[in-house]
């Protein structure tokens, strides 16, 4: 026993002594009080965001900023709805003044910095110039046609001498993985062969954001497609009880594209968790498979992984319970989400008026009036946009029967349903539950969906007896011909 305790303390000694710390200070020039936050993706296969820092700017618009960090990663700093992606290395100090682009559809940041060789965003830059559209162009010149021998060499060439400019091997990976994706997507040279030219199966960067899109969409089409021996359908389609993780990787070891077992693990887990999330497969047995993964993969960015994507599907889960987040009215008053209990409840978010096109919300105001003509659900918008005087006279402008609402400065809403495009849907139950993330687009498949959350009479009948003149053009009918 007392040897477990002394293991135990060595290793989470350990794990203290790797831990590195990077600071980052500097100047918000954005409205003082305003929420900065540091996250990354948990992984490129979810895109859940992990959120590693919250701060407010202080009066004088000044920031500071201290983070653990064990190893060179992308992490994204955002402010209000304006982000950047940096690559910060263990052990740094960065001083970083920010300002947002002076083009809102952008959303971007504008970073400054002293010293340039410290600015974290100009070694991404750089890394991305070297698969840039004009190295692309080499590979993908020809419309139509499979690229050359020599598109090939050119292109392998022009990657090779970026290569020798950069130092960073975490930036080293990041090429090779779109390298290999390139050649991939070219069909210049098959997965496995690629794989085993610009890689070691012994070492290979599963850590790298890259890197993980990079199996996930290659291996999403291999599944789709079937690879010689196995299919999707009649391999995955209903996994029997009596089927393992292991026996999965095993069967999937027959195929030679998949000899790497980190490879082939991670290949497994990108597709049971898109399987699952698609209603391919019963999410009790999928789940059962991922826990399993999440005991057995062999390495611990695996493990973490499977994890990873239980969470994931689990928070998006129909039936999820939610945080009673708060809202902020057109008016300036404070709101939670369980104010909206008792119909079921559609979302919208969006970003500025200039991102909620016109023609999305004219359908959804379509939809809302005819929902309300049944007393079927509830409708409200929420936008993250902090110029809250232009967002009021352009709702009021439109009469939207939807209602408007601001997300808070602290942007926890956003963050725990994962919102990284606008506009963006949920739809939630009569008791404030989580139906679906990112329901039908509105229209009738949404009205649909909305009324059979409904209790009761509309059940009953396919059409509900409404003044035809009420429903929205789209929905109704065409007439026959004759």
């Known amino acids: 026993m007392k040897g477990c305790f002394l293991f135990l303390l060595l290793l989470l000694s ?47 618009s000044s920031y500071s900023i201290s983070i653990p960090l064990k190893e060179t990663q992308i992490l994204t700093v955002s402010a209000n709805e304006f982000n950047v992606e940096m690559l910060f290395n263990p052990e740094q100090n960065y001083n970083i003044d920010l300002t947002p682009f002076s083009n809102p559809s952008q959303k971007g940041l504008f970073i400054s910095s002293k010293d340039k060789t410290q600015n974290p965003q100009n070694e991404l830059i750089k890394t991305y110039e070297i698969v840039s559209d004009s190295t692309l162009s080499l590979l993908f010149g020809q419309t139509n046609r499979r690229p050359t021998l020599e598109n090939t060499k050119q292109f392998n060439s022009t990657i090779d001498k970026g290569l020798l400019k950069i130092k960073d091997n975490f930036c080293k990976d990041l090429v090779q ?5 390139f050649l991939t997507m070219s069909k210049t040279i098959r997965f496995s062969s690629a794989i085993n030219t610009y890689f070691h199966c012994e070492d290979l960067p599963l850590e790298n954001p890259a890197f993980q899109s990079l199996v996930a969409e290659n291996f999403q089409a291999y599944f789709q497609s079937g690879p010689p021996s196995i299919t999707r359908y009649n391999f995955f389609a209903g996994i029997p009880d009596s089927v393992h993780f292991n026996d999965l990787l095993t069967l999937l070891s027959k195929d030679q594209e998949l000899a790497c077992t980190s490879i082939r693990e991670m ?7 898109n399987m699952i999330r698609e209603g391919e497969l019963e999410p009790g047995k999928g789940y059962s498979l991922l826990r399993e993964g999440a005991e057995k993969a062999t390495g611990s960015f695996n493990r973490r992984l499977a994890v990873n994507l239980e969470r ?9 319970s939610l945080p009673d987040f708060s809202l902020i009215t057109a008016e ?86 994962n919102i990284t495009k606008f506009p963006s849907f949920l739809l939630l139950d009569a008791e404030g539950k989580l139906n679906s993330v990112a329901p039908n687009f509105p229209g009738e498949l949404l009205l649909k969906q909305i009324i059979a959350l409904h209790p009761t009479e509309y059940h009953q009948t396919v059409d509900p007896p409404v003044d035809p003149k009420r429903i929205p053009s789209f929905l109704q009918e065409r007439p026959s011909k004759k």
């Open 14 to 60: 350990f794990n203290s002594f790797c831990q590195k710390t990077i600071s980052i200070s500097g100047k918000l020039k954005m409205m003082a009080g305003t929420t900065l936050r540091i996250w990354k993706y948990t992984d490129n296969i979810s895109f859940d965001r992990q959120i590693l820092y919250k701060t407010k700017s202080k009066t004088d």
């Open 312 to 320: 994931s599907l689990s928070s998006k889960e129909s039936g999820a």
């Open 177 to 181: 993985s779109l390298r290999v994706h």
């Open 332 to 417: 300036g008053n404070n709101i939670n989400l369980s104010h909206f209990k008792g119909k079921p409840l559609h979302i919208t978010f969006f970003s500025s008026k200039g991102l909620a096109d016109i023609n999305l919300l004219n359908q959804l105001t379509d939809v809302a009036h005819f929902a309300d003509s049944l007393g079927a659900a509830k409708f409200i918008c929420i936008t993250t946009d902090s110029n809250k005087e232009d967002i009021r006279k352009f709702w009021n402008e439109k009469k939207y029967p939807m209602q408007l609402y601001f997300a808070p400065d602290d942007y926890e809403l956003i963050d725990f349903f």
């Open 267 to 273: 290949a497994l887990l990108s597709n049971l968790y």
